[in-house]
């Protein structure tokens, strides 16, 4: 605004995104993103019943928080992991924390196994309402029990 030029806006991701040169098994996941390129690599490399996976997600931030080097070979690996995990219906496989509902809703069935759908809609309506964590425990602590 001072100069008077239009400037572009910042990158969300710092530096060149992996999926701008040709991604192999071998290419270490420095600047991930989950675009169309990316994608469509994990599609050839896994088959089209490739989804994306909170659990392969938390894996790669884990990972990289701590400085470990991991290829996107090591993502594959991990999602084939994951993809044998599903297959035991005892498995619990983790839910991005941006996933609030998902996680309410397991939440409620798992301390509420004959719940219907109705009420479990009905209470993550109300836990929608609160201030802050949208979660089961919160729900309960602000309605269930009549806590105010």
């Known amino acids: 605004m001072k100069t008077g030029k239009k400037e572009k806006p910042a990158k969300s991701i710092a530096g060149t995104i992996d999926s701008s040169k040709p991604l192999t098994l071998g290419t270490l996941v420095v600047n991930y993103k989950n675009d169309p390129i990316t ?6 490399q896994i088959g089209l019943h490739f989804k994306s996976s ?8 884990d990972a990289l928080a701590a400085g470990k080097k991991i290829t996107y070979g090591d993502l594959v690996n991990e999602w084939l992991r994951e993809y044998e995990l599903r297959k035991d219906k005892n498995v619990k496989l983790p839910i991005m924390s941006s996933c609030e509902y998902n996680q309410f809703t ?9 719940a219907s759908r109705k009420a ?9 309402t609160l201030v802050g964590a949208h979660t089961y425990r919160q729900w309960v602590k602000k309605f269930e029990r009549g806590a105010a």
Do not use: C, L, M, S
């Open 120 to 128: 479990v809609i009905a209470a993550w309506k109300q836990a929608r």
């Open 106 to 114: 397991r939440d409620y069935y798992t301390e509420n196994p004959g």
């Open 39 to 44: 994608r469509a690599f994990f599609i050839k």
């Open 54 to 61: 909170a659990r392969v997600n938390i894996f790669r931030k």
